[in-house]
């Protein structure tokens, strides 16, 4: 997933009128403003009820579902083998949202102040924050790509990763 491929997901989506927002590695670079490392897939969160519009999209461009959690997660893959991976988001009155987990005790929390703007390719792009992506990289063993993303984190923003 190139970061022509991101930006030309994110126009497509803008015109569907849907809001996403990008995490995982390219929320990551998008954070830092440059490309660190090269990524196989986009991470999007969208609005649950924005749903349709996302899927419609997608589909119109190509991309065909591949893999589906709901309402944890799901996947659609173009025919070139790009992958995004979607993650349903419902939305409180205060601006936080929730996101399934497998465990429907324990939802993924998102605080209004995680969803903020990161840069690709000098482009303006809605992200997550530093701390709501290392929130995300626990509690599993990481991988050498988790491992240079906390990095990177470390490296520009001065926060504490755990690994």
Known sequence: MTAEDVLSVL????RA?????IGGGWG???LIGQQTRL???LDLMHRQEQEAA???ALCEAGFEESLNWRPVRFVVTAADGGEIDL????FADDGSAKQASPDPERPFVYPSSCFVTGAIGGTPVPCLSAEQQVYFHQGYEPT???RHDMTQ???VFGIVTHF
């Open 87 to 90: 993650h349903p988001l419902v």
């Open 28 to 30: 990551i670079d998008a």
């Open 17 to 21: 009128e849907a809001d996403v927002w």
């Open 54 to 56: 996302v899927v419609g």
């Open 144 to 146: 050498d790509r988790d």
């Open 39 to 41: 990524h196989r897939d």
């Open 11 to 14: 126009a497509l989506l803008r």
């Open 153 to 155: 984190l470390r490296r």
